[in-house]
């Protein structure tokens, strides 16, 4: 059936591309299809010609040289030197012999790309080979070189796996797509653990696959795939919204029993996973409580990732279309827009999104070409969930740690790696630069400092207030001298007996990592703090103490079980989460356009999903669900 379908796209091609045009070979490539031709110069200048194949075929479509034209590596890379200006700085050239690309990692990739691309088609022209242009980071990301090196040392055994995966997508849907079906396995009526099963009559996607790391048991931590409907070897696809891992963490669970098929997310989010995937696996190690998964398959799961920009549409099934959009709540997370059957169903899927500009990115995107169905997250969906400003609530934490700081005190900050982390730095950093408050040392400790590698890797993805500064006035306050990376044992305890200081430390909700380390060392002296910032979920340590437990009983450094008196101040300020408030939930849902014809309802507490639909049903007369896990809901 591929093969067909492949050979009528060949056709097709060789039609269209001009008589000069040397072909050597057409295949499919993952939802690609490649064209390999033998005159570098044609695919130097290969725009036009792309675009006009792509809208008539109505595939992604890419022109590489042949490797009979490709020049040897001492070679391209004195090319690539005497093409390219020295103001570049260009860091790193590496070659892929699958892709026949050239990877050149700059300081400045603008001036390896060139104005209207004349650089890069240069680079073609001379060398035969596609230059794949990356940024040098001023942070080196350790995470990111290993997912390169897998990557690089894997890459025919990635080429083997877009080739399978190609033949499927493009072998066509075999029946009439007449029905399209959601099943709840995982983050409905509660917060963690998000995963849904979308099914049609050609296809099964998941969207989304995470734990609950505040579970107390495997029931209540991993979602439930134990469903009639879902079938790992029948899957087809997996979409990740972004990063966190409540829905990403089980990933690696669908390699080790025999999924083989693709991961669909954005660059950031493959890197964030990635190495919040391997922080879980290292804790569930250290703490002595194993998981159904390991480093391997977290290996394999970046084999088989496919990484998507904002606003481009790829085939990921025989019958459905994916389309990622900014969600405005972690770097690289994404709304999946889904274009089903060729129009039959137009399905959006939020994932978590914060419809509010913060100094980190751009507010979550709400226009869409068509959308019937809605799965919308309503984390802060309760009537009384109404936060402060972005200006008052920094106002308010700079107030506490003014005042902390000012007896003597320690600030501790339990905070997520990904995203919380790197707003409070912005916000540390430009208050200190302003002599708005003191100038103390701030204490990055647990992934904070990776994850704020992989932000400054990934600068395409912050906000344009971000972006102006870094780019064009030269500041990046994320490298500013105030941080300081935590490294072992002995630094943290040096920190705890030490002068005032800012500690900024993972996990955000205290089910384990360094942050309790540091509530144990630091909650019994009055002049310091703790400051929740980031949402605590049931039954997490973070949650106990914001509700004002004076006694915890943890174990001390002997193992041994021990009461701490919490005698430390504690102060939770609302308004620097990544989601959208009750007030910003229900402008999401006035402003999406168009406006679908159903929303569901998930990510949040039985009562707050409920009142956000019956509020949206009631103010904008749309019909609402809200289903259980477990329950399948009919979108068409």
Sequence with gaps: ??????????????????????????????????????????????????????????????????????????????????????????????????????????TKPGLVIGKYGVTSREIVRKTGWAPKILRSPPIRSEIIDRIRNTLMHNSKERKKILQ?????????????????????????????RSCMLLQTPNSRVLLDCGVNVAGQDEKSSFPMLGVPEFSIQDLDAVVVSHA??????????????????????????????????LDYID?????????????????????????????????????????????????????????????AHNLLYTGDFKYERSRLLEPATTRFPRVESCIMESTYGGHEDVTPSRNNAEKELMKTIYKTLKRGGKVLVPVFAVGRAQELMIVLEEYMRHGMVD???????????????????????LSKDLRDQIFHMGRNPFIAES??????????????????????????????????????????????????????SEGSLGRKIQKGHKEIPLEDETGKKRIY??????KTIEGFSGHSNRRQLMEFAKRL????????????????????????????????????????????
């Design 1 to 106: 059936m591929a093969s067909n379908v492949l050979e009528e796209i060949k056709q097709k091609i060789t039609k269209k591309l001009p008589d000069e045009v040397q072909l050597a070979n057409i295949e499919f490539e993952g939802p690609e299809v490649v064209i390999y031709t033998k005159n570098p110069d044609i695919v130097a200048d290969n725009g036009d010609l792309i675009r006009n194949l792509a809208k008539e075929l109505r595939k992604r479509i890419i022109i590489r040289s042949d490797k009979s034209v490709l020049l040897p590596y001492e070679e391209t890379i004195q090319k690539v030197e005497e093409i390219v200006p020295e103001d570049a700085e260009i860091s790193n050239i590496t070659f892929d012999e699958v892709t026949n690309e050239v990877v050149i990692e700059a």
């Design 164 to 192: 399978t995966l190609g033949a499927r997508i493009h072998q066509g849907g075999k029946y009439d797509n007449d029905w399209t079906r959601l099943t709840a396995m995982g983050g409905f009526k509660e917060v963690g």
């Design 244 to 277: 966190h891992l409540d829905h990403c963490g089980f990933i690696p669970y669908l390699y080790h029993y025999g999924y083989e098929g693709p991961v669909y997310c954005t660059s950031a989010t493959r890197d964030l996973m990635t190495l919040l995937q």
């Design 283 to 343: 804790i569930a190690h250290r703490e002595n409580n194993p998981l159904p998964f390991n480093v391997k398959h977290v290996q394999k799961m970046i084999k088989h990732t496919i990484t998507l920009d904002y606003g481009v549409v790829t085939d990921i099934s025989p019958d459905i279309k994916l389309t990622l959009h900014n969600a405005g709540h972690i770097l690289g997370s994404a709304m999946c827009h889904f274009h089903i059957g060729d129009g």
């Design 439 to 461: 100038e103390v040392p701030i204490h990055l400790d647990g992934m904070i400092w990776e994850a704020t590698a992989v932000h400054t890797a990934r600068p395409e993805y």
């Design 483 to 536: 941080f300081n990376k935590v490294q072992n044992n002995a630094e943290r305890k040096q920190i705890v007996e030490g002068e005032p200081s800012i500690i900024l430390s993972t996990s955000g909700m205290m089910t384990g990592g360094n942050s309790v380390e540091y509530f144990k060392w630091l909650c019994e002296d009055k002049n310091n703090s703790i400051i929740f910032v980031g949402y605590q």
């Design 565 to 570: 008196n919490v005698k430390m101040d504690v």
């Design 593 to 636: 356009h168009p406006r679908p014809d159903k929303i569901i309802t998930c990510h949040g507490d039985p009562y707050k999903t409920v009142d956000l639909a019956s509020s949206i049903h009631r103010s904008y007369k749309v019909e609402t669900k809200t289903p259980l896990i477990l329950e399948a809901t009919r979108l068409q």
